[in-house]
């Protein structure tokens, strides 16, 4: 066996009158994520710790935001190029265990969807994907709804 374990991060700037995609869904909210892709920060979460732990280096060095062409991309379009590479060397993945800092709208109720999206895209059962939300309670960037976060870990195996 020769598991790899792997780290990401991401952090979106909050705008009013955006489209919110997280986990490869829309949510519906008055703010969205604003940034070069459709800014889903917890798919580039995911898509830098897959990439980390096959040793790839990260999210931006393959999708930069300098081309144009990722302008607007759907973030499931790129999940689905990360686990082209990963399979390329070898890897596949056992399981995704992930976070998402934000205040409102509240996550949960669209947390076994987001699981589904993300399940078929890596080709894993649904019971493989975690997804946790939680708030900054009102406290900082996060808490006041001006911010973002998503943190992911994954394990593969080789």
């Known amino acids: 066996m020769n598991l790899r374990i792997g780290y990401g991060i991401d952090v979106h700037r909050l705008e009013k009158n955006i489209p ?3 986990g490869g869904i829309s949510i519906e909210s008055d ?11 917890l798919l580039h979460a995911i ?3 897959l990439l980390g732990a096959a040793n790839l280096r990260d999210i931006g060095f393959h999708f930069s935001d300098k081309d ?4 607007g991309i759907d973030s499931k379009l790129l999940l689905a190029e990360v686990m ?9 993945v056992i ?18 969807k987001m699981q589904e999206t993300i ?7 649904v019971d493989a994907v975690s997804i946790k939300a ?8 996060f808490g006041q709804s001006k911010a973002i976060k998503a943190y992911a870990a994954c394990l593969l195996n080789k």
């Not at 992930?98 to 949960?108: A, D, F, Q, R, W």
């Open 68 to 71: 144009p062409k990722y302008k």
């Open 84 to 92: 082209k590479l990963i399979k390329e060397k070898g890897y596949h």
């Open 134 to 141: 939680t708030t900054h309670e009102k406290v900082d960037s």
């Open 119 to 125: 399940a078929t895209i890596l080709s894993l059962d």
């Open 31 to 41: 703010h969205g994520a604003v940034g070069h892709s459709d800014a889903d920060v």
């Open 20 to 22: 919110l995609f997280i």
């Open 95 to 112: 399981n995704i265990d992930s976070t998402v800092i934000l205040e409102t709208p509240k996550l949960n109720p669209h947390i076994p």
């Open 47 to 49: 898509c830098d710790a």
